[in-house]
């Protein structure tokens, strides 16, 4: 049976030998984690949270992660700001009309990120223009089969 989740659709997966493995979401829906500063507003550190609130938006960020959300993609912000910036963070968030599903805070700080997960992972280096950045991942976030 799928279950539903905040209307997240998960699909039952089971391995070979019939017991319960983790649920995977639809083929053509992507789990997309996105950082918050330098990729959808200005980069504030966490020593300058009184930034925070005024921060200014990237331009296209909102119009192209809302598309993704609207489109059935999961939304989940993942960001080095410490957990005390959650209301400043989410007031934001709000207040520039982004879609998302869920903001995860205290991603470890400086950089050099290398996952890894028994799921498939594609990752983009967001270097400043979100429609560059849509020109270099053709199809992104689903792929042509
Ligand atoms: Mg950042």
């Given at each position: 049976m799928d279950e539903t989740n905040n209307s997240i659709i998960l699909k039952d997966t089971f391995m070979t030998d019939g017991k319960t493995a983790s649920p995977l979401l639809t083929e053509d829906t992507k789990n997309l984690i996105i950082d918050i500063d330098g990729v959808i507003c200005e980069d504030i550190p966490n020593e300058e949270p009184e930034r925070m609130p005024g921060a200014y938006e990237i331009p296209r960020a909102k119009d192209i992660i809302n598309a993704w959300y609207d489109k059935g993609h999961i939304i989940t912000f993942f960001t080095a700001r410490t957990e005390e910036t959650r209301k400043v963070t989410e007031t934001w968030l709000k207040k520039h009309g982004f879609k998302y599903h869920?903001?995860?805070?205290?991603?470890?700080?400086?950089?050099?990120?290398?996952?890894?997960?028994?799921?498939?992972?594609?990752?983009?280096?967001?270097?400043?223009?979100?429609?560059?950045?849509?020109?270099?991942?053709?199809?992104f976030p689903i792929k042509n089969k």
């Open positions: 869920e903001v995860l805070f205290n991603k470890p700080r400086g950089g050099h990120y290398h996952y890894i997960d028994n799921a498939p992972i594609d990752s983009t280096r967001f270097e400043g223009c979100f429609d560059e950045l849509l020109e270099r991942t053709k199809n």
